[in-house]
T-cell receptor, first 113, second 112 residues
Framework: NAGVTQTPKFRVLKTGQSMTLLCAQDMNHEYMYWYRQDPGMGLRLIHYSVGEGTTAKGEVPDGYNVSRLKKQNFLLGLESAAPSQTSVYFC????????????FGQGTRLTVV | KNQVEQSPQSLIILEGKNCTLQCNYTVSPFSNLRWYKQDTGRGPVSLTIMTFSENTKSNGRYTATLDADTKQSSLHITASQLSDSASYICVVVDNYGQNFVFGPGTRLSVLP
């Protein structure tokens, strides 16, 4: 019963480096989300997916790309990291968009120096 | 603009006491309102989900209320425990489903 698992949990990048964050869920959920959480602010949606092979932009998509090649995995990519992308990233998944519970991963703390 | 505001920003109470956290929102059209608990270094965990027609919902010592007319919600914690120390986040979902608007959270500290 892993739920939603994020990899890695911590990472330090230099400006301009690239990396991929992996989110895996074992609940057969259709919907998956990537959020960032910054101090004093609510979680903000980066990208989301409503099913395998689909992705859509959220509130703050610039500088990020995503892919959902398999239903259970949702990847978040940073092609050229910037200090403004220093944040805690959370992945979530749910059965439907509206009225079912969303389950969150434990987060990835990313620092860009 | 869709917004969720929470108050207070932080709160300190003694173990065993009750407290109430507030949430005001401007999200429209409204689908449901959720309260999440987020422990330090962890992801948010759902406490309650309330739709337009629900006025109150309980989950153990947590009771959430919703007034859809005034667009206000509260989370009442009864007989607080040290493990209640966490951030409590109010989230409002619009009627289209994709838009989860998160409040900034209330940081609760329960002291012995």
């Amino acid at each position: 019963n892993a739920g939603v698992t994020q990899t890695p949990k911590f990472r330090v990048l230099k400006t301009g480096q690239s990396m991929t964050l992996l989110c895996a869920q074992d609940m057969n959920h259709e919907y998956m989300y990537w959020y960032r959480q910054d101090p004093g602010m609510g979680l903000r949606l980066i990208h989301y997916s409503v099913g395998e092979g689909t992705t859509a932009k959220g509130e703050v998509p610039d500088g990020y790309n995503v892919s959902r090649l398999k239903k259970q995995n949702f990847l978040l990519g940073l092609e050229s990291a910037a200090p403004s992308q220093t944040s805690v990233y959370f992945c979530a998944s749910s059965w439907t968009a509206m009225d079912t519970e969303a389950f969150f991963g434990q987060g990835t703390r990313l620092t860009v120096v | 603009k869709n917004q969720v505001e929470q108050s207070p920003q932080s709160l300190i109470i003694l173990e065993g006491k009750n407290c109430t956290l507030q949430c005001n929102y401007t999200v429209s059209p409204f689908s449901n309102l959720r309260w999440y608990k987020q422990d330090t270094g962890r992801g948010p965990v759902s406490l309650t989900i309330m739709t337009f027609s629900e006025n109150t919902k309980s989950n153990g010592r947590y009771t959430a209320t919703l007034d859809a007319d005034t667009k206000q919600s509260s989370l009442h914690i009864t007989a607080s425990q040290l493990s209640d120390s966490a951030s409590y986040i109010c989230v409002v979902v619009d009627n289209y489903g994709q838009n989860f608007v998160f409040g900034p959270g209330t940081r609760l500290s329960v002291l012995p």
